[in-house]
């Protein structure tokens, strides 16, 4: 905690009442009260560059769709520490009964298709499979290397649509309050949005009724059923491929 608040040492910024409420490989996560405002401190630790973020481009893109999208307000950032601090969101994940609930489906699709509608003419040209082959060149296996191409070949072509995606869309990175935010937004990038709605359909794991329900709200003109049901073996392997890497640099 002491060398958090030492990076703050030479600002006249004033930070008090801080308590980690998230530590992982990755980075450690803190509440804290900001120049008098509720606030969320994300601070990396070095396996975050390692793994291929990149804090500089995640603070552009937010900074980009904060008022097209419900997603973080950033209110400080010091890039070369690998500090992020952005406006507490009040609310929490999705309690089963209202995953059940015909209306917060609908809702959750329209805001799953806000990230897909956003202009992507002046963000970063960083797409998933960017990610896909710095994970690969971690692990440096040959047999998951096959498999994750084999799949990625079936999914993706010179004619696949891609958008802006999330995607890193489970439970804890979407908060319900008096409305749907999105948060943890750092493996964000160009994609398929058949992977965003792959990744709610497991995470959620909803039946044929509240996908439609999902689908209602998300207008599902071009939504292929079973490209979503191809692309959610992508997720699960996606996930594996991670944990691998994350592994292996740790």
Known sequence: MKALLDKFSDTQNHIEDITLIKSDQISNVYFCVFNGIKAVIKE????AKKIGLNRKREASLLNAI?????CLNIIFNDLSAGIIIWEYIEG?????K?????DFLIKLGRKVKNIHTTDTKTLSSYSFLDSIEHYKDIIKDNKSAVDINN???KLYNSDTRLTLCHNDLTKPNILVGDTISFIDWEYASLN???YDIATVFQAYNLNANQRDAFLIGYNSVNVDLARVNEFIALTKFTERLWDRAINTLT
């Open 44 to 47: 990396d630790k070095p396996y």
């Open 66 to 70: 904060s008022h097209s999208c419900s």
């Open 92 to 96: 929490g994940e999705a309690e089963s």
């Open 98 to 102: 209202l995953i059940l609930n015909k």
């Open 151 to 153: 799949l990625i070949s």
């Open 192 to 194: 398929d949005p058949h």
